[in-house]
Nanobody, 125 residues
Framework: VQLQASGGGLVQAGGSLRLSCVASGSILRVNAMGWYRQAPGKQRELVAVRTTGTMITDDSTNYADSVKGRFTVSRDNAKNAVYLQMNSLKPEDTAVYYC???????????????WGQGTLVTVSS
């Protein structure tokens, strides 16, 4: 499974950005996708993940407390894609954001198997 992320950039505090991630390869192995991030000097952390794929009918999601109400993770099964809409961005959201995928929703919340390259999000104050 290959994951291609895009959409990072520089934005002022209070602004919005939308990240995209498209999966290719062994798509049938993927039933959950989402986003992690790593800020300078910090460990990588979960941002938002959700169930995906045409075989999965529930809409399970998991968000970090710090982004609840501001970020939304959505999917487009036809495009094998997942998106992260980030609103009301804060300087502390500055990080490299990584797309992640796994066959299992519970596993993706702790140690996803598949990772994409990171995309940098910088929020200026």
């Amino acid at each position: 499974v290959q994951l291609q992320a895009s959409g990072g950039g520089l934005v002022q505090a209070g602004g919005s950005l939308r990240l995209s991630c498209v999966a290719s390869g062994s798509i049938l192995r993927v039933n959950a996708m989402g986003w992690y991030r790593q800020a300078p000097g910090k460990q990588r952390e979960l941002v938002a993940v959700r169930t995906t794929g045409t075989m999965i009918t529930d809409d399970s999601t998991n968000y970090a407390d710090s982004v609840k109400g501001r970020f939304t993770v959505s999917r487009d099964n036809a495009k094998n894609a997942v998106y992260l809409q980030m609103n009301s961005l804060k300087p502390e959201d500055t990080a490299v954001y990584y797309c992640a995928a796994d066959a299992n929703f519970m596993v993706i919340t702790t140690r996803p198997v598949y990772w994409g390259q990171g995309t940098l999000v910088t929020v200026s104050s």
